[in-house]
Structure formats: structure tokens, C-alpha cells
Nanobody, 116 residues
Framework: QVQLVESGGGLVQPGGSLRLSCAAS????????MAWYRQAPGKQQRDMVA????????NYADSVKGRFTISRDNAKNTVYLQMNSLKPEDTAVYYC?????????WGQGTQVTVSS
């Protein structure tokens, strides 16, 4: 079965950096778009942060463009999210996700807290 496991979250000061990892298993992930979402405190929805496809350039939410970089290592079935110049408003639970028809799969999430 499909399994996504995130790691790399933590507490960081404003302006700092973190690198999230998502280890995937149970599918041919190199064929699929992989994405990072986040759910901010007090919000019910998860917002797409960045997505990496097999066909075109990565996509980013406007709020993270120029600060976050998504990448993938197909040999390791791993997706990364490099987060620089972090702001308090980046505080959220970050989720790795893949859509493999007809289901969207999610990891368990990793907490990122940006605070001084």
C-alpha cells in the first residue's frame, strides 16, 4: 500500500531554514506529481505549498515563491522541501501528498514552528 512519511520539521527562528523530507513507498512515484501542503493553526483546509511534476517545472504558492524549493530523488522515492527565509506565518503542519487515481494519499504530517 502507499505510504508517505515526512520528517525534518521543528522549531526555527524567523529567517531560518529547514529541509523537509518525504519518503514514499508502495507505488511508482516517479510517474506521479508529488506535492507539499500545509495546514495552519486554526484553519481546517490544507493549502498547496509546492508541487513537482514529471512533465514541467515545479509549481509554488505565491506566498513561498523565491523562498521554498521542492525537489525529488526518484531513485530514493523521496521528495524534499527546502524552506529558507522562514516567517512566522509559515507555521503549520506540513503534509506530503500524491494523487494516484482514484485516491489522494497523505502522510502523517510534520510540524514546523517559526518563532523567536
Amino acid at each position: 500500500q502507499v505510504q508517505l512519511v515526512e520528517s525534518g520539521g521543528g522549531l526555527v527562528q524567523p529567517g531560518g531554514s529547514l529541509r523537509l523530507s518525504c519518503a514514499a513507498s508502495g507505488g511508482p512515484f516517479s510517474l506521479y506529481d508529488m506535492a507539499w501542503y500545509r495546514q495552519a493553526p486554526g484553519k481546517q483546509q490544507r493549502d498547496m505549498v509546492a508541487a513537482v511534476t514529471s512533465r514541467s517545472s515545479p509549481n509554488y504558492a505565491d506566498s513561498v515563491k523565491g523562498r521554498f524549493t521542492i525537489s525529488r530523488d526518484n531513485a530514493k522515492n523521496t521528495v524534499y522541501l527546502q524552506m529558507n527565509s522562514l516567517k512566522p506565518e509559515d507555521t503549520a503542519v506540513y503534509y506530503c501528498s500524491v494523487y494516484m487515481w482514484p485516491n489522494r494519499y497523505w502522510g502523517q504530517g510534520t510540524q514546523v514552528t517559526v518563532s523567536s
